[in-house]
């Protein structure tokens, strides 16, 4: 079998192949990620939430990836005058996990060497594939030379500019979208405070919600935080507009200034750093006969707000796994794969758009805050009928296209009470529980 591409989907999948005992070979167009500091244009860290842990726990990899993990409690909201709120993600205990990209890459591709029948092939550059009847051709190039080799399946975990899927996409009936938001991002580090420890509270994802564009920042087990300014390229607040130094500085300074004092080399790292892009994609089929599939990226590349991307392509990994045992074939494993996994690829996409107008309109609005702090006393109260939306997508492993439609249902659930200003000032008072839940079962049997 071939996987092409060496990143968090395709070392975790080789894994999982390997653990199968089947003959694997990876090939990854970039240098091994063990003897490189790559960052590649991308996040410095990620948020691994219990999706991504239910895969590397499959994998037998969770217990490498534990040393790595930095538990994230909820978010840190910072006004711009300088009021802070925390607001938990979910119940006692519950919490997503700050992981280096590049780390938890090097383990995954360590732990997938492991199996005695799992290999690497770095600097090798797929260019596409060709189906024959009885096997299929893939074709690499390495050392400026083409190559060819012959295998049984191809697995595209080749990311959001996949090879592989440009090959499928001149297949007749293949559906095929990308999308890039007008809004883009630079990431500068916060290094560590003279006492070589955290500059802010190190179990908290920061936001510095600002309505049309947001800070963020995460932190990371050597006690850094890696900043994210998101916003539109155009504007006057825009990424383009800031091209100068006493710009960027101005701009802090008025939108950021708690931040400023902790950034003392921010005119330097802005110039360091690059603005990228944010891309979507989506694509059916997911699969090319029983013989070539695409997961993670490769399938469904999303805007990085839900913190799911990596989650969602590990869960890939697990679904197709648990496929294998229950189909026979490939061409049954690889449809049902398909079936499965496309409407969760859309639902993810949409939420992850939705979560980002939440994260830099709403979080620091009081009626939105309001309506979280409701929610959580109901799952609370009622954990078996209550989970709020950003907990199924994190906490749980319903699938994405179930989560948004029962999300939808709460949502208008809990416009109900809501629109009543009364339920506000009851919120001492359960009643208005009772009537959410009954609202969102009108809801369900309505759908049903
Ligand atoms: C700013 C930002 C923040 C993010 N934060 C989060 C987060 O907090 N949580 C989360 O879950 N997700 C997050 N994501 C999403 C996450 O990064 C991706 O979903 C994840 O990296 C997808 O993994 P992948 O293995 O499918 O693709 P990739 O990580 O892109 O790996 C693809 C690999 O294929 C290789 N490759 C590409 N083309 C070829 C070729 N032709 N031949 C051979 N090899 C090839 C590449 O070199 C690469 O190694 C974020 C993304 C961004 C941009």
Known sequence: MAIVGAGLVGSLWARMLGNRGHDVTVYE?????????????????????????????????AE??????????????????????????????????????????????????????????????????????????????????????????????????????????????????????????????????????????????????????????????????????FGPYEGPDGLNALDTGEKVKAFFETHFPDV?????????????????????????????????????????AIVPFYGQGMNSGME????????MDAHGSWDEILEAYTAQRKPAGDAILELALKNYVEMRDLTGDPAFLLQKKLEARLQKAHPDRWIPLYSQVTFSHIPYDKALERGQQQQRAMASVMSKPEAWNHYEDDGWMEHVLRHLEQETSRAE
Not at 277 to 291: H, T, Y
Request: overall charge negative.
């Open 29 to 61: 167009r970039r240098p091994d990620p063990r003897n490189q500091n790559l960052h590649g244009g991308r996040s410095i860290n990620l948020a691994l939430s219990d999706r991504g842990w239910k895969a590397l726990e499959l994998a037998g990899v």
């Open 64 to 229: 490498a990836v534990r040393d790595i993990a930095l538990p994230i409690r909820g978010r840190r909201m910072h006004a711009v005058d300088g009021t802070k709120t925390f607001q938990p993600y979910g119940l006692e205990g519950q919490c997503i996990y700050s992981v280096s990209r590049a780390g938890l890459n090097r383990i995954l591709v360590e732990c997938a060497e492991q199996m005695p029948k799992v290999r690497f092939a770095f600097d090798h550059r797929c260019h596409g594939y060709t189906r024959k009847e009885e096997a299929v051709h893939l074709h690499l190039e390495t050392g400026g030379h083409a190559m060819d080799v012959e295998v049984d399946q191809i697995f595209g975990t080749d990311g959001a500019f996949s090879a592989v899927r440009g090959r499928m996409a001149r297949n007749d009936r293949f559906d095929f979208e990308q999308r890039y938001l007008a809004h883009g991002y630079k990431e500068v580090p916060m290094l560590p405070g003279p006492d070589g420890g955290f500059q802010m509270e190190e179990d908290g994802l920061h936001i510095w919600p600002r309505g049309h564009f947001m800070l963020m920042a995460l932190p990371n087990p050597d006690k850094t935080f890696t900043c994210t300014l």
């Open 260 to 300: 400023v004092p902790l950034l003392p080399h921010l005119v330097e790292d802005w110039n360091r750093y690059p603005v990228s892009s944010l891309v979507m994609i989506r694509c059916w089929p997911w699969n090319d006969g029983g013989q070539v599939a695409l997961m993670g990226d490769a399938s469904h």
């Open 316 to 323: 890939d990994c697990t679904i197709l796994d648990g496929l």
